[in-house]
């Protein structure tokens, strides 16, 4: 599965932008999906995960309520809409798929990976 993010760029503080994350090779309908980031001078960190069919969403704390994390697997794509963006919330963002559907927030844990796509949110 090759997984190619689309969607970064720079917003202001408050402002939003949506990612996708689509993938080729084969459908990734029967695999979880994460979305990751990672800051200059940090780890790689949890963002946002949803399970093979889209019914089941988990989020970081610092993200809560304030990024959505959604998939259409008949397009197999996977979006996370980012709301009210924040000075660190800049990061350069991942998705990645697991093997199987289920979630988890442990990156060691996913097997296919995106190039990275950068979010810059200043003013």
């Known amino acids: 599965v090759q997984l190619v993010e689309s969607g970064g760029g720079v917003v202001q503080p408050g402002g939003s932008l949506r990612f996708s994350c689509a993938a080729s090779?084969?459908?990734?309908?029967?695999?979880?999906v994460g979305w990751f980031r990672q800051a200059p001078g940090k780890e790689r960190e949890f963002v946002a995960t949803i399970n093979s069919s889209g019914g089941f969403t988990y989020y970081a704390d610092s993200v809560k309520g304030r990024f959505t994390i959604s998939r259409d697997n008949a397009k197999n794509t996977v979006y996370l809409q980012m709301n009210s963006l924040k000075p660190e919330d800049t990061a350069l963002y991942y998705c990645a798929a697991r093997e199987i559907g289920v979630v988890s927030r442990t990156p060691d844990l996913y097997t296919y990976w995106g190039q990275g796509a950068q979010v810059t949110v200043s003013s």
């Open positions: 090779g084969r459908t990734f309908s029967r695999n979880a």
